[in-house]
Structure formats: C-alpha cells, structure tokens
C-alpha cells in the first residue's frame, strides 16, 4: 500500500515539476525578460542556475523562478511551493542562447531549429529531489532519493 502511495506521489511531483518548468518558460521568452537574457549572456555565458523559489529578489532570475514556484503553490506565495525544499533545494537552470554578449532575439536569429545555439530559444530545466519513503521501492530505483527532472524550451518573444 505505501509503494502505491510512493508511485501517486512520484506522480504529482513530476507533474508539477513539468507545469513549473512549463510556466518558467512562459515568462521567460516574454519582451520584458530581454534585459535578464541579455544580463545572463553578459555575465555567465547565458545559463544561471537558482533554487527553487529563489529568495534573493535582488537576482535578475528571481522573478522567472518565483514564477515557477508558484505553479506549484497551494497559498499563492512562492514560499509555500511544494517543491520548496530546504534540505535538498529544487533547482531552476534558465538557459539563453547567446550572440555578442546579448540574448538572441527574433531578429539576430540565424536558425529555426531552437536546439541549435543560434536560435532564440530559451531553455529551462528544474531538477526536484524526490524522496521514496518505502524502502522496497528504493531498492528498484537505486536508492531513496530520485531525480524527478523536465527541460523545456520555448522560443523568445524578444523582438
């Protein structure tokens, strides 16, 4: 019975991982987030990885995270996420694709393909540490703590 237990929740986690990953994407290729992608390309090659929600407001990444935490609220604040996890923190890698130390946009874009480096693809990956709590069902997955992951890329609205 808890390993049918163990398998629902699996289940809810991995669907909240991907609707918060869906939603990080959703904000960032928005026009307003064009200055952070081209901060990120400045500054750390396009990619930043934050936790899950990311208490530093003063971060340029902050409020795509916090976005993404709240998908998975049940109180509306970023705080009360379910994949808020102090001990093992959920993270959030936001990548841009970058050309001269600036976000590519629509119009800098050499490629249609949004895996190839000059498309204006954005790609967010969040990374949640599940924890198995019977102890039959580990023995199958390698352990107690299983990596429950989604990557989604979108393409930037940036003009």
Same mark, same amino acid.
């Given at each position: /019975?808890? &390993? #049918?237990?163990?398998? &629902?929740?699996?289940?809810?986690? =991995? ?11 959703? #904000? ?8 952070t ?17 990311? $208490?530093?407001?003063?971060?340029? #990444?902050?409020?795509? !995270? ?7 609220s %049940?109180?509306? $604040?970023? %705080?009360?996420? #379910?994949?808020?996890?102090? !001990? ?14 600036? $976000?590519?946009?629509?119009?800098? $874009? ?6 190839? !480096? &000059?498309?204006? !693809? ?19 997955? &390698? ?6 992951? %989604?990557? /989604?890329?979108? =393409?930037?609205?940036?003009?």
């Open positions: /019975v808890v &390993g #049918v237990a163990d398998l &629902g929740r699996s289940f809810y986690y =991995r669907e909240a991982v991907t609707n918060a990953t869906r939603q990080a994407v959703r #904000v960032a290729v928005q026009s307003s987030q064009e200055a992608g081209d901060y990120y390309c400045t500054n750390t090659s396009g990619t930043v990885t934050v936790n899950l929600p990311d $208490a530093t407001t003063s971060d340029k #990444v902050a409020t795509i !995270a916090n976005t993404a935490a709240i998908e998975t %049940s109180d509306g $604040a970023a %705080s009360g996420a #379910v994949l808020a996890n102090s !001990a093992n923190p959920t993270r959030i890698t936001v990548t841009w694709h970058c050309a001269n130390g600036l $976000a590519i946009t629509n119009l800098t $874009a050499t490629s249609m393909d949004p895996t190839n !480096a &000059g498309s204006d !693809a954005i790609k967010v990956q969040i990374d949640y540490s599940f924890q198995i709590i019977t102890p039959f069902v580990g023995r199958f997955t &390698g352990g107690q703590t299983v990596h429950v992951r %989604s990557t /989604v890329i979108g =393409r930037a609205e940036y003009p």
